[in-house]
């Protein structure tokens, strides 16, 4: 069964770091490309970084570029998502998500496989 799993959102004061986790199992991220989303409450899913697994080609959003940084483990079939001068508005649950055309990376409805999403709670 094919599955992703996101982990290590939490709680943290505003400034602080977070890294979140997202593991594949069941295949490999080979030939797709993988995002991290994350939707406040009562606000849209929005688009946070991407990377395309065989070029190691990353993409950022405007409100995150210079604080968050994607990155992967080849081996362990894992990306990272790299939270850095975390804010309050940052304050979402996190999903990372695959999606087979590189070109879509910033279309939700294009990505085939969701996680169940982690918590991001940036304290004031």
């Known amino acids: 069964q094919v599955q992703l799993v996101e982990s290590g959102g939490g709680l943290v004061p505003a400034g602080g770091s977070l890294t979140l986790t997202c593991k594949l199992s069941?295949?490999?991220?080979?030939?797709?490309?993988v995002g991290w989303w994350r939707q406040a409450p009562g606000k849209d899913r929005d688009f946070v970084a991407a990377?395309?697994?065989?070029?190691?080609?990353?993409y950022e959003a405007n409100d995150v570029l210079g604080r968050f940084t994607i990155s992967r483990d080849l081996f362990k079939n894992t990306v990272y998502l790299k939270m850095n001068n975390l804010k309050p508005e940052d304050t979402a649950v996190y999903y990372c998500?695959?999606?087979?055309?590189?070109?879509?990376?910033?279309?939700?409805?294009?990505?085939?496989?969701w996680g169940q999403g982690t918590q991001v709670t940036v304290s004031s």
């Open positions: 069941g295949r490999s991220f080979g030939g797709h490309a």
């Open positions: 990377l395309i697994w065989e070029t190691y080609r990353t």
């Open positions: 998500g695959i999606v087979s055309r590189p070109a879509a990376i910033a279309s939700m409805q294009s990505y085939q496989i």
